[in-house]
């Protein structure tokens, strides 16, 4: 077992935040490390890493380390589980970041991303991860505020049989669910592709469930408390009963954006992987290759869905393409639907299985890799 420094769940600190919101990846490995509280016991430090894109939240946490007067042999991990992105200056304030810590700190350290594909650091499906263990295995793990998830509870992650409810005296069914999260306060390429998205809804608006927060429309979490919370940036599953009332998913990607094809921010998230959980086919727009890098998982795609989108290069040109798709989708019946449920309904129960089958991304080995070639 590696040593890791872990002063408490309750602490708090400049360093690594506070414990237990960040720990996630040490806990869901917990037979892999084992927790020290005092720091020089440990071989391992792990070191909040959201903020060290900020010249002066990294200087501060520079200062913080040094206090410590590590010994040369422990190494540092920053976790920077966070999204980086093609058409932001991510790439220039991480190699920036980078050169100051290699001036400032004498220990061997890490940078751990989920989906910086160009870098010579380490690259951690910290996702998949928080998918699977949220979704499979919440009965071993305390979820209560954890990182995205403050106010969660078991209920908002155990699953229902997969199914399509077809109520006649209801008559609740949809074709589509598509959540659509823009942020008034935000900027960013993904935002003005989902307010496209939203636009095009809207001929086909009384057959979905969509979200518009910025027009106070809102799509209902397993825990009505969540609401606004889910809607408004947090992450919280929507309702079981909104998948099992409609057939597909279709949404924007929190990546969206090609860039450079040899050096390609990639990241697959919640908004892919809570649909697969819950029964759904999907239609995604991202990245070019997206759906090829889901497949890439052991995913299964149905035939009747035109996927020939993924592959175009112009972002603008993929997307128009993916809203064609989208129409031929939408142009089906429900007969049609329910039809074409009913055939590949055993693609939708290997891909949930998949969740169940599929190991974790293990960061301890990936540790021990790259600091044996440090």
């Known amino acids: 077992m590696l040593t890791i420094y872990n002063p408490g769940s309750d602490k708090c600190d400049l360093l690594n935040g506070c414990y237990h919101k960040n720990f996630l990846p040490f806990d869901i490995e917990k037979k892999y490390w084992k927790k020290v509280t005092s720091i020089q016991d440990a071989e391992y430090i792990s070191v909040h890493g959201h903020d060290i894109f900020s010249l002066e939240q990294l200087n501060e946490k520079i200062k913080v380390i040094k206090s410590f007067n590590l010994n040369p042999d422990q190494k540092l991990i920053f976790l920077h589980i966070w999204h980086l992105d093609n058409n932001w200056t991510d790439r220039y304030h991480y190699l920036f970041a980078r050169k100051v810590l290699e001036q400032e700190i004498p220990n061997p350290f890490v940078i751990v991303h989920t989906n910086l594909a160009c870098a010579s650091e380490l690259y951690y499906d910290f996702l998949w991860n928080r998918q699977k263990v949220y979704f499979t295995d919440y009965n071993s793990i305390d979820l209560k505020n954890r990182l995205y998830t403050a106010d969660a509870d078991i209920k908002c992650f155990e699953l229902d049989t997969i ?7 209801t008559n609740v069914r949809k074709k589509f669910l598509s959540p659509n999260r823009i942020y008034k306060e935000f900027e960013h390429t993904r935002l003005k592709y989902r307010k496209n998205l939203v636009d095009f809804i809207q001929d086909y608006k009384h057959d979905g469930y969509y979200s518009d927060p910025q027009n106070g429309i809102i799509l209902s979490a397993n825990d009505p408390k969540l609401n606004h919370k889910l809607n408004q940036g947090g ?4 309702d079981n009963l909104l998948y099992q009332s409609s057939y597909f998913s279709m949404y924007v990607e929190t990546c969206p954006t090609s ?6 921010y990639k990241s697959i998230t919640e908004k892919t992987w809570d649909p697969l959980i819950k029964g759904h086919f999907i239609l995604p727009f991202g990245y070019r290759g997206l ?9 299964k795609f149905p035939n009747w869905i035109d996927y020939s989108y993924d592959m175009i290069d112009d972002d603008d040109a993929r997307f128009y393409q993916f809203l064609d798709s989208a129409e031929k989708l939408l142009d089906l019946s429900y007969a049609e639907l329910e039809k074409l449920y009913i055939q590949d309904r055993d693609i939708l129960v290997y891909n949930r299985e998949l969740f169940w089958e599929k190991p974790y991304d293990l960061l301890h080995d990936k540790v021990i890799k790259f600091f044996d070639n440090y």
Not at 163 to 169: A, E, F, G, Q, S
């Open 163 to 169: 199914k399509k409810l077809n109520d006649p005296h």
């Open 235 to 238: 992450w919280y599953p929507i």
């Open 259 to 264: 860039g450079d094809m040899d050096c390609q």
């Open 291 to 299: 759906v090829d890098h889901i497949k890439s998982y052991g995913f």
